[in-house]
């Protein structure tokens, strides 16, 4: 999910139980991550023992994925989804859902509720920056968000304010006085903020998730960064237990043609599979050697997705003969600053027909998908126009008319695919050795292509480093390398001693994280590491 993803579009998501929750239901899912797909009540899914048992032990590489069950039993099982239930942990607000399965039996009715009470939404999330999460300060709102999101604001006033009640997924009611002040002018949470961070122990990197819907009530929610701890007590039920437990219990819904509940939670394994997506999935026929590409969540929560080569196809574990459960061993293309697993399931992958080389980061927004162009891999187009009176060559190089006059070339177009983005790009340095490709061709006029470049200063008591921002994936990534960089390791981020300023191109000085990352790069002209002292306030 990315930073400030807007908006106007309500989450695809069914109803659970048939209560009329409509809006709990899509904050629940909005905190639960674009990844996470939860099944629908009524479809055929495969349940993946396995993987249940891999969410029980937390670790993929644990030993006792490799335990052997005491008792024979399909390495997947086809069952239909009978309920779902939405729920949250009371301690760590993390979301999970009790999904009641049944195998399936020709007999067996469905019960599929109704979607009576859908509505629109507005939406934003944010991931929140130093001053957002310290208990001394106030949240602050992208103007947009608060336009779209909350009641206007009556301007007229001289300090305009007013207050937001909105209620948590433990339908716990939380007001905050929003305000329009401070130099420059922004909107804020002030009142009733410190309190909400205290509560939910939120940090650096945490995000809020805040929706409203058309009938004016307002929900929030909040994604942790850094991964929960469970409730479970190891002392309490040892893990070898619970895993004979589980198997125990399928086998038995099994033979008794009866319910079983599974929880399932966001970032463990989907070890509930749509039977449809499975099947595709085997006739993708994926062996050693097969190109694909995966989906992943990034560290501001934006789908980053990574290439890679298929290394081996063998049993995940011995005792669980012909199981397609992380069956392909896999080999990255990139190094990443996320953790991979080496072995993934051929459900989760799908086939690269177009070799890249690198990585390629796809960005959300507005329901728009865009990627990184690698100009490594684009060729140089030739194409011939013809016409019925006469006939010309035009030759293309990433999407620019080289026959065109000096004029019309003074700008490099975007490429088709890119020009329904209304987001502006930022792009590598590269030298362009495609052009060599077409020097022979007499009707090309030499010119330069230039293109953006990424290369920013970074300022710290005289000291003046460079850093590409393409290389981050967000605002928490590049302070933990500013950190490195400037060998002051844990003071940005608790916001102590030091403080990210930055000049925009029109020589104002701003706060770093007031705005979306994308508009942060194409607005920063330098970045300045200041003492808090000397920060702007």
């Known amino acids: 999910m990315e930073n400030n993803k807007i908006r106007n579009a309500q989450p695809k998501f069914q109803g659970t139980d048939g209560t009329n929750r409509y809006l709990y239901n899509q904050l629940w899912k909005l905190c639960a991550g674009s990844l996470f797909d939860l099944p629908i009540i009524g479809e055929e899914v495969y349940y993946f023992p396995q993987g249940h048992i891999e969410q029980l032990v937390a670790s993929e590489n644990d030993n006792l994925c490799q335990l052997k069950p005491i008792f024979d039993i399909s390495s997947k099982i086809r069952c239909n989804v009978i309920s779902i239930k939405l729920k949250v942990d009371t301690n760590t607000d993390e979301v999970y859902a009790k999904v009641s399965l049944s195998p399936c039996s020709p007999e067996f009715e469905v019960s599929i509720p109704n979607g009576n009470n859908e509505q629109n939404i507005n939406y934003f999330t944010k991931v929140l920056t130093a001053s957002d999460s310290s208990t001394h300060g106030g949240f602050s709102l992208f103007k947009k968000d608060a336009i779209e999101c909350l009641p206007l604001l009556d301007m007229s006033q001289q300090a305009p304010s007013q207050w937001i009640v909105a209620k948590d997924l433990h339908d716990h009611v939380w007001k905050f006085k929003h305000t329009f002040r401070g130099t420059p002018q922004r909107h804020l949470f002030t009142s009733g903020w410190k309190q909400f961070v205290r509560k939910k122990s939120l940090a650096v990197g945490d995000s809020v998730v805040f929706l409203r819907g058309e009938n004016g009530e307002s929900r929030i929610g909040i994604r942790k960064a850094a991964p929960q701890q469970s409730n479970i007590s190891s002392s309490v039920i040892s893990k070898e237990s619970m895993h004979h437990g589980l198997v125990a219990t399928a086998l038995n819904a099994i033979n008794t043609k009866c319910m079983f509940d599974v929880f399932y939670r966001p970032k463990s394994s989907k070890f509930i599979v749509n039977c449809k997506k499975i099947i595709d999935a085997v006739n993708m026929k994926f062996n050693t050697g097969s190109r694909f590409t995966m989906k992943f969540e990034g560290r501001d929560f934006n789908e980053i997705i990574y290439s890679g080569t298929i290394v081996k196809v063998e049993d995940f574990s011995i005792y669980w003969k012909d199981s397609e459960w992380r069956n392909l061993q896999v080999q990255w293309d990139e190094a990443a ?167 925009v191109h029109e020589g104002d000085m701003m706060l770093v994280g007031d705005d979306s990352w994308l508009k942060f790069c194409n607005t920063v002209k330098e970045i300045f590491i200041c003492s808090k002292y000397d920060a702007i306030k």
């Not at 060729?379 to 006059?405: I, P």
């Not at 030499?446 to 460079?466: A, C, L, P, Q, Y």
């Open 337 to 503: 600053t996320i953790p991979r697993p080496n072995k993934v399931s051929l459900w989760e992958i799908k086939p690269l027909i177009r070799e890249n080389k690198r990585q390629r980061e796809i960005v959300s927004y507005a329901g728009l998908a865009m990627s990184k162009p690698d100009y490594n891999d684009q060729m140089v187009q030739s194409t011939k126009e013809n016409s019925t009176t006469n006939a010309s060559s035009s030759f293309r190089l990433f999407g620019v008319d080289l026959t065109a006059s000096t004029k019309a070339r003074d700008v490099l177009e975007p490429l088709e695919s890119y020009q329904k983005s209304k987001i502006s790009k930022i792009f590598d340095d590269e030298k362009l050795d495609q052009i060599q490709a077409v020097t022979s061709l007499t009707e090309i006029q030499t010119k330069k292509i230039r293109f953006t470049t990424s290369s920013t200063k970074v300022h710290m008591e005289g000291v003046v480093r460079t850093v590409d921002l393409t290389d981050f994936d967000g605002y928490n990534h590049m302070i933990v390398e500013l950190e490195k960089l400037f060998n002051i390791e844990g003071k940005l981020h608790m916001h102590s001693q030091w403080k990210l300023t930055f000049k």
